[in-house]
């Protein structure tokens, strides 16, 4: 069964003649469309794709088996509406979490149909990779992994976060990502305590660590890993954080199966710091699917109750952050197994002292 055929099989299910779809990666995920501005809107009969003049002929080549219909004469929820009385549509979804007021409020005014919200619909089904994405998502962290191994011999006294920022980003694409970059985290000294800290104009000093929270897209799918290194030796201090960092990822990724859920995970990542000083410098939101979007369902972390299956690609980034001193995260993405989890990532845990 295909996503479109999972998104029919719910709409009879709960009793809902159409379904609109505005998040770009549940688009993507649906029709298998690549660009922008782009709506769909799916009843029992047919599929429609909605779209301004600037990508009609894209989609058309993208989407043979949906009907292209420019909106840009008229508005989203006046086509929604002539779309209803058409195929007698009379119970519409949503994306609640995404429909903004304007056109909601326009859909409300127009549409002689029940406009019901839902949650998560796509997104369930995007949480289960097919064996296609989940090539795709390898030759990401590949690309990712090749870049990290470039970068380090970049990373020195005196060079500025932005400068290796966009070094990264460059390694990246000359690896063979897409050039459309979607942002990342290179951090130095003190700042690594920020989860997501922005780089800036900071010079690295001797002794620093260096956090770089990063990934790119290969064909709309995404890596997202992270690497602390430091320049020059590191203390006595350092050490003893990266390796506790450590075993916190790797007891987490021992215990990732099909059957355990997030908060059994975190849990997990607990045992190294249990009585430890750093006990209160961790976070508990520690991984999260990814696929066509950097943070999607599943998610490992407190209260995270829902069971894990195989299929998924998954972060594991436990960490621990230290105001005023620095922080270290280690991050791999990895597919969940019959048997447990396949890191995808290549760069070592081993502590590198630049």
């Known amino acids: 069964m295909n996503r479109l055929e999972e998104l029919r099989s719910y709409m009879e299910k709960e009793g809902l003649d159409g379904f609109y779809i505005a998040k770009p990666a549940n688009v993507r995920c649906i029709s298998a469309y690549t660009g922008d501005d782009s709506y769909l809107f799916i009843d029992k009969a047919n599929q429609y794709f909605i779209t301004d003049p600037r990508y009609t002929e894209q989609a058309g080549m993208e989407c043979p088996d949906y009907e292209i219909i420019n909106w840009r004469s008229t508005s989203i929820g006046n086509v929604i509406s002539e779309l209803c009385k058409k195929d007698g549509v009379k119970t519409v979804g949503f994306e609640q979490d995404h429909l903004t007021f304007e056109t909601w409020k326009s859909m409300q005014d127009m549409i002689d149909a029940e406009l019901v919200p839902t949650l998560n619909v796509v997104e369930r089904f995007r ?37 290796l920022a966009s070094r990264l980003s460059h390694y990246m694409v000359m690896e063979g990502a897409d050039t459309k970059p979607y942002g990342g985290i290179l951090i130095s000294g003190p700042k690594t305590s920020l989860l997501h800290g922005i780089p800036g104009n900071r010079a690295l000093e001797y002794g620093d660590f260096v956090l770089m929270d990063y990934g790119c897209q290969y064909d709309g799918y995404l890596s997202d890993m992270t690497r602390t290194v430091v320049v020059g ?13 450590r ?108």
């Open 127 to 163: 949480e289960l990779k097919t064996p296609e994405e989940i090539q795709k998502l390898r030759v990401s962290c590949d690309i990712a992994s090749r870049a990290f191994d470039k970068i380090l011999q970049d990373i020195k006294v005196g060079v500025t976060e932005k400068e």
């Open 247 to 354: 075993q916190m990822t790797e007891d987490v990724e021992a215990t990732i199966k099909p059957g355990v859920t997030g908060e059994d995970c975190y849990q997990a990542s607990l045992k190294a710091i249990e009585g430890t000083e750093y006990m209160p410098y961790n976070y508990t939101g520690i991984g999260h699917g990814v696929g066509l979007f950097v943070h999607e369902l599943p998610f490992i972390g407190k209260n995270h109750t829902d069971v894990l299956q195989a299929g998924s690609v998954m972060t594991v980034e436990p960490g621990i952050y230290i105001p005023g001193w620095g922080g270290v995260r280690i991050e791999d993405q990895g597919i969940i197994t019959e048997n447990g989890y396949e890191n995808l990532i290549s760069a070592t845990h081993e502590l590198i002292e630049l």
């Open 233 to 245: 030796k590191a203390t006595p201090k350092q050490k003893e954080v990266y390796k506790l960092c």
